[in-house]
């Protein structure tokens, strides 16, 4: 398995992942010229991707989309609803093929990719699970308000995971966003708190993830290091060791490090 997080932030997001042979973009949501530098700085051709995964339809997600998949001719695969709207706005051309994925999913190389629903208000938000060749499972969702028995269904028994670790709930209340603004994170198709984020860690380290990723963090209302150590402090609880029972990390807004191989 291969892994990186390009981007991650509520200014854009674009994660890497694949197999030796087959790599994906999930997200595209900064310029298509930042993402192709982050992808050849890796040794990475974005012409040899497989396509790019798009969660939903917000800006943070799709910005680069366009003009990287016209410009190395990558396949781009979304949910009806999100493709919908790529449609309606002139996000997907005759350029590059597009498709709509469901449940079924699709198969790419030696990859299974396919979409679960999640809640975050957009037109049709989902995150993605991976099945690889040698048997292991990933996970990947991005803008989830809450964690259902879907995303369960989805996440656990994965080795990989990564997951919204957005905000301190105290922060947001606290800070300078206005109130509508405010309500609609803390909503249940807004964003995860580094709390219910927290929980859920848990729960998926139990269940033999080994590998957590916190993404997604808001610029105004988190810190890396709070997310941290909130999630490790639920890890501490159950008699978890971060770096022998798993690896706990936090996404940097602009990765600077390579591949993580395993």
């Known amino acids: ?27 595209a949501g900064v310029s298509a010229k930042r993402l192709k530098e982050a992808l050849l700085a890796r040794g990475i051709d974005p012409s ?45 051309t005759s350029k590059f093929p597009f498709e709509v994925i469901d449940e079924k999913g699709v198969e790419i190389g030696d990859l299974f990719i396919k979409p679960f629903a999640t809640p ?28 259902t028995e879907k995303m369960r269904e989805n996440f656990l028994g994965c080795s990989l995971v990564m997951l919204e670790s957005n905000h301190d709930v105290g922060m947001l209340q606290s800070g300078p966003y206005p109130y509508y603004l405010k309500r609609r994170i803390l909503s249940d198709r807004g964003h995860l708190s580094n709390e219910r984020c927290a929980e859920f860690v848990g729960e998926l380290v139990g269940k033999g993830a080994t590998r957590v990723f916190l993404g997604h963090l808001s610029d105004e209302n988190n810190f890396p290091d709070l997310a941290f150590q909130t999630s490790l402090a639920v890890l501490n609880e159950l008699g978890a060791v971060n770096g022998r029972d798993c690896i706990l990390q936090v ?12």
């Open 120 to 147: 975050h208000d957009s037109n049709e938000s989902c995150g993605f699970q991976l099945s690889f060749s040698d048997g292991q499972k990933a996970a990947i969702a991005t803008d989830t308000g809450c964690v």
């Open 1 to 27: 398995m291969r892994f990186c997080s390009l981007f991650s932030s509520s200014s854009g997001n674009s994660t890497f992942i694949g197999s030796a042979k087959t790599g994906i973009l999930i997200d």
């Open 48 to 92: 040899g991707l497989g396509g790019i995964f798009i969660t939903h339809e917000h800006a943070d997600h799709i910005k680069g989309m366009r003009i990287l998949a016209s410009t190395y001719n990558i396949p781009v695969y979304a949910t009806a609803g999100t493709m919908d709207f790529l449609e309606e706005n002139g996000h997907v």
């Open 251 to 262: 996404n940097k807004k602009e990765n600077d490090e390579g591949i993580i191989r395993f």
